[in-house]
């Protein structure tokens, strides 16, 4: 009985280590809904909740993308970043930096930016992200998965 109170104090202060290293790298699921939360702020959505299931998805696609070429699985409400070093917070600030491309009166990118309006997809409820490293062994790819998915076409964010 003692014994096994041991273990799992043990097993339970090891899991708040890795729980508290993880969400300082900026890629704790913590990290990438606070990446998300400020511009929801901003326009006045709700927040996103995570969702363990999409994280699994988002990994094994990060895992199935570590040639770093950020194809996508195909399957909707997907973005992907690739970089040296890339971790969580910084992939989402590069889809929000997209933001100077989109014109949201005319629902219209100047350059490539439904990574942004993704972020500020209203119907959207549910995210999650993995990240894997890639084969040069520099880089890492981040995938998030949202759900519902953004960029329907014919819609306005909200
Ligand atoms: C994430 O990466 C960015 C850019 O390299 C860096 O500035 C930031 O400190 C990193 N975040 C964390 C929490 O390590
Ligand atoms: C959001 O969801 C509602 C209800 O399903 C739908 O009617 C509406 O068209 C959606 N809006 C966008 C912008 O996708």
């Given at each position: ?28 699921p913590e990290d990438y809904i606070a990446a ?114 953004g960029n329907i076409a014919g819609e306005k964010?909200?």
């Open positions: 009985m003692g014994y096994l109170h041991k273990t799992l104090l043990v097993f339970g202060l090891s899991m708040a280590i890795i729980h508290l290293s993880h969400a300082q790298d900026g890629n704790a998300h939360s400020c511009i929801r702020k901003v326009f006045d959505l709700p927040q996103l909740q995570w969702n363990p299931d999409l994280a699994k998805a988002a990994q094994a696609w990060a895992d199935q993308s570590k040639n770093c070429k950020l194809k996508r699985s195909g399957k909707c409400g997907e973005s992907m970043a690739a970089g040296p070093n890339l971790n969580g917070s910084y992939a989402v600030q590069m889809w929000l930096d997209e933001k100077r491309e989109y014109d949201y009166y005319e629902h219209k990118c100047k350059k490539p930016c439904s990574h942004y309006v993704q972020t500020i997809w209203k119907n959207t409820t549910c995210l999650g992200c993995g990240r894997a490293q890639c084969d040069d062994g520099v880089s890492w790819v981040v995938v998030c998965k949202y759900d519902p998915p964010p909200f």
